[in-house]
């Protein structure tokens, strides 16, 4: 009997194991997309393709407000938790590969709360230049996107974000000012006095509510229409040398 239970015990460990290694391999989580990006397949002729690239922000909007992408060439590549790092192992299978004309990248705030360990500002501002600079490499117009304000992570209470995000939306506008990208402005329209998200934005001052995807679709919209008009820059990126 106890051979047996024990035998049960080890079978069920074996199994935990497993699926754990498993997920660890697709850390990136490559999995996700794959089959959806295989049924989307390459543009039609005259379709201007948008992929949004991002976290739960991003994953969010299309359960909010499924309306916005409905009848629109916008394709949501959004993904829960997720920071830089993973966004750019999988940005050539669920962005380049999807031959869009735009891709709106919505990043870096999960990098801040420590989501995948300790993330520095330059180590995120990498991340994000790399994930610009190989869309545009690959004839893709860049939007990238501010960090949306937090006061406080309901996950990682007390680190204080406000200042590494302001810090970090600063150097993303510098960045596209200097290569000619699109900045996306999300931060200043949701922003409170405590440099945190308005209340009546935010279910839980992180993510944006239905009224702050309603805040947020005009500015997107424009940062797209702008970037259909917008060169595209192949070579000779630079970084803002910040003080």
Known sequence: MKLKIFYKIFIMSVLLLSTTSLKAQDWQNLGRFRTE??????????????????????????????????????????????TTPQMLLRFRQDVIALQPIVVVILAGTNDIAGNTGFSTLEMIENNLASM???????????????????????????????????????????????????????????????????????????????????????????AIQKAYKNKCVQSNFQEPKMQ
């Open 37 to 82: 990006n295989a049924e989307l397949g390459i543009p039609a002729k005259g379709e201007k393709r948008v992929v949004f690239m991002g976290n739960s922000i991003t994953q969010g909007w299309i359960k909010a407000r499924l309306e916005f992408f409905t009848n629109r060439p916008y394709i949501n590549r959004g993904i829960s938790g997720q």
């Open 132 to 222: 610009a600079e190989l869309a545009a490499s690959n004839g893709i117009r860049v939007v990238l996107s501010s960090v949306l304000p937090v006061f406080d992570y309901p996950w990682k209470p007390g680190i204080q974000p406000a200042t590494k995000i302001i810090a970090l939306n600063h150097w993303i506008e510098k960045y596209c000012e200097i290569n000619r990208f699109i900045y996306l402005d999300y931060f200043s329209a949701m922003v409170d006095d405590r440099k945190g998200m308005k209340a009546e934005l935010t279910k839980d001052g992180v993510h944006a509510n239905i009224d702050g995807y309603k805040v947020m679709e005009p500015l997107v919209e424009a």
